[in-house]
């Protein structure tokens, strides 16, 4: 079994900064990409930003420039760092990984999602 656990999300004004955590648990060998994706009310969820395990990044255009992901593999955790908010950047955000389990189970797991909410 294999969990993921966010923290971070809170209301901000616009400009603001929020940083989100996410950290894996669990019966895990590896964890591959892990990423972080969004979904605002009535949208599709949408992917955010990406890690690979060397670090190699991938965003939304949306949010490059503003928005930083980056990752600890001794503690197996994802951070999304977000600067600049805008009111369209509120969302429910969701972190993601792709984890083989010790096992050798390839899952991808979702967190619990956490409320980013920007307004004045």
């Known amino acids: 079994q294999v969990q993921l656990v966010q923290s971070g999300g809170d209301l901000v004004q616009p400009g603001g900064s929020l940083r989100l955590s996410c950290a894996a648990s669990?019966?895990?060998?590896?964890?591959?990409?892990m990423g972080w994706y969004r979904q605002a009310p009535g949208k599709e969820r949408e992917m955010v930003a990406v890690i690979t395990t060397i670090s190699i990044t991938n965003y939304a255009d949306s949010v490059k420039g503003r928005f930083t992901i980056s990752r600890d593999n001794a503690k197996n955790t994802v951070y999304l760092q977000m600067n600049s908010l805008k009111p369209e950047d509120t969302a429910v955000y969701y972190c993601?990984?792709?984890?083989?389990?010790?096992?050798?189970?390839?899952?991808?797991?979702w967190g619990q999602g956490t409320l980013v909410t920007v307004s004045s």
């Open positions: 669990g019966s895990i060998l590896s964890i591959n990409a």
């Open positions: 993601n990984a792709r984890v083989v389990t010790n096992d050798y189970k390839r899952l991808e797991v």
